[in-house]
């Protein structure tokens, strides 16, 4: 399975069709969130038409949760779901922790950490799980000056996922291998940067840049 990994678009979308021609062919995309710059929804409807093949995807703590809606109808929903493909499960959790910005999509880390919770628990196959998130969990991919700022909450859940697939904390690009999940922050594709990643047996991740 060859996935292309987006992340904080922020409503630019000018880097995706180089994005896109860099990658080669991929089974599907997954955005984790910052769709849009704190809206409208209606600018998501460029970039999903910007794909012939499926998208899994989350809002982020920029996009407003009414653009649930649109992804509902014009992609894969993740958030607060799941979704199985090629023996695959692909949950989701959109939005992110509290930030001191007061943006439109946060959760609690008591939220956070019930609906990963109710996904998981729900879960009945075998093979690899793939988390969707915007924010990432504390200590991987969410170092800024200040220190750690991830989620408390989804931290408490390495070790049973594969794959985290993130965003959110532009600073942060790269990947973090965790109690055995691998985190990949594939960057801002509003600068023209994401990933491509494969699982087989094992994950293995390019970063993009165009």
């Known amino acids: 399975m060859k996935l292309l990994a987006l ?5 630019d979308y000018k880097h995706v069709e180089a994005i896109c021609e860099r990658a080669g062919d991929f089974d599907a995309a997954l955005i ?5 710059d704190f809206g409208p929804d209606e600018k998501a409807l460029e970039l999903l038409g910007m794909f012939n093949r499926p998208v899994l995807a989350v809002p982020g703590n920029c ?5 649930l809606k649109i992804l509902d109808e014009y992609a894969v929903n993740l958030h607060n779901s799941s979704y199985t493909m090629e023996g695959m499960t692909y949950i989701g959790l959109g939005g992110s922790n509290p ?12 939220k956070m950490g019930e609906i990963l919770g109710s996904l998981l628990s729900k879960l009945k196959t075998g093979g690899k799980i793939i988390l969707v998130s915007h924010a990432p969990p504390r200590n991987t991919t969410d170092r800024l000056p200040q220190g750690n700022v991830g989620s ?4 408490r859940f390495l070790g049973r996922l594969d794959l985290i697939v993130c965003g959110h904390i532009h600073e942060a690009r790269g990947m973090v291998n965790a109690n055995g999940t691998l985190v990949v922050n594939p960057g801002q594709a509003s600068k023209g ?4 990643i ?3 047996d094992n994950i293995t991740v390019e970063f ?3």
């Open 7 to 11: 992340s904080d678009l922020h409503g």
């Open 32 to 36: 984790a969130g910052d769709i849009t």
């Open 63 to 67: 996009d407003y949760p009414s653009l």
């Open 99 to 110: 930030t001191p910005f007061n943006t439109p999509f946060e959760l609690s880390e008591k």
């Open 152 to 155: 408390e909450a989804l931290a």
């Open 193 to 196: 940067q994401a990933a491509v």
């Open 198 to 200: 494969v699982i087989e």
């Open 208 to 210: 993009i840049d165009t």
